[in-house]
């Protein structure tokens, strides 16, 4: 039991009890004689709790609070350290994702877990100071559009958008109706239903130029349907039909490879000379691609040969360009 958890037990034996010996505070909360003082101490000090020793009872009691003095009361919503200690720690990752993205929404909560996290054992600056975020191939994202994005989302109503398609160079207007915020590699994306195409699509928001609420209640999409579209194969790329790659990795590569999940389905083995097979589906071949590269000769595409092929092409360009 840590600090905060104590003085919630403290707060309910003296409710419950109305007069508590010393002996069974120690025995309810574990602790020595010392520690428990501590505890008090900060509860009478920090928290102004209407706490007094009766030497005729032999025992502690709430007492009438002087009306001039600050209010007792714990805190409505109750963490413990660990808790509160993950909480900071999803704040530095949300604070971090965009200057100022979610800062109206954040600030409370941080200046009140703070405050909490200053009766367990560290400090909130110890806990931020102590974790350190490194983002990478972040992009940028507006502010605004991201707003809206998420209002859209948790309001569930439709999108209108203008998006810059990367692959074409081309923006294009679509009305969407906003399923769920994908926070994926650094970068943020929203999963829809485009009216447009009449079908799931993912945009990322960075590449949003405009966006703007329309007054119409979003089209929801059942959850077993987006799951069979969205994550049935490698990466953020959307697709229901999907073909397995089948990857080698040296005994090198696998002692890193082999210890990371690259997809929930995925499949994998270790052959007789050490080698770490890696089975994974994919339903569009781009990331996935992307991401063998990056291990150049540390691995092989065994199947399907019809990506094996498109992996040997890339490395053939890659060397022509070096060349001229």
Same mark, same amino acid.
């Given at each position: ?5 104590? #003085?919630?037990?403290? &707060? ?5 009890? *109305?007069?508590?010996? !010393? ?8 602790? /020595? ?9 900060? *509860?009478? &000090? ?12 032999? @025992? ?8 001039? /003095?600050?209010?007792? $009361? ?31 929404? !954040? ?11 200053? $009766?367990?054992?560290? /400090? ?8 350190? !975020? ?34 074409? @160079?081309?923006? $294009? ?29 993912? #945009? ?28 049935? @194969? ?39 000379? @050490?080698?770490?097979?890696?089975? !994974? ?44």
């Amino acid at each position: 039991m840590d600090r905060t958890e104590r #003085f919630y037990k403290i &707060d309910q034996l003296l409710n419950d009890r *109305m007069l508590v010996p !010393i002996q069974v505070f120690l025995d309810e909360l574990g602790v /020595s004689l010392a520690t428990f003082k501590r505890d008090l101490e900060y *509860m009478r &000090d920090r928290l102004n709790a209407p706490i007094e020793w009766d030497r005729d009872a032999g @025992g502690y009691r709430f007492v009438q609070p002087d009306p001039n /003095s600050p209010a007792y $009361s714990l805190p409505g919503l109750w963490f413990n350290a660990g808790e509160v200690h993950a909480l900071l720690t999803m704040q530095q990752l949300l604070s971090n994702l965009e200057p100022g993205l979610l800062a109206g929404h !954040i600030q409370p909560l941080q200046t009140r877990l703070k405050a909490l996290l200053g $009766s367990a054992d560290h /400090s909130a600056e110890e806990v931020e100071k102590r974790f350190r !975020i490194v983002h990478a191939a972040k992009r940028h994202v507006a502010t605004q559009f991201f707003e809206v994005v998420a209002t859209a989302t948790l309001r569930r109503l439709r999108l209108k958008i203008r998006h810059f398609g990367r692959q074409t @160079g081309e923006d $294009s207007e679509r009305i969407v109706s906003p399923q769920q915020l994908v926070f994926y590699r650094d970068n943020w994306y929203v999963d829809t239903w485009c009216h447009l195409r009449n079908g799931i699509r993912s #945009f990322s928001i960075d590449a949003i130029r405009y966006a703007e609420l329309v007054d119409e209640k979003a089209k929801d999409v059942p959850k077993s349907q987006l799951k069979e579209v969205l994550e049935s @194969g490698y990466g953020i790329f959307s697709g229901s039909k999907v073909s397995w790659a089948k990857l080698r990795f040296t005994p090198e590569r696998a002692r890193w490879v082999s210890a990371e999940r690259w997809h929930p389905d995925q499949k994998s083995s270790f052959d007789k000379d @050490g080698f770490y097979l890696l089975e !994974i589906p994919y339903s569009d071949d781009r990331e996935l691609i992307m991401d063998v590269l990056k291990y150049g000769s540390s691995v092989e595409v065994v199947a399907p040969a019809v990506l094996k092929e498109k992996v040997i092409q890339e490395v053939r360009m890659t060397l022509a360009g070096y060349k001229t």
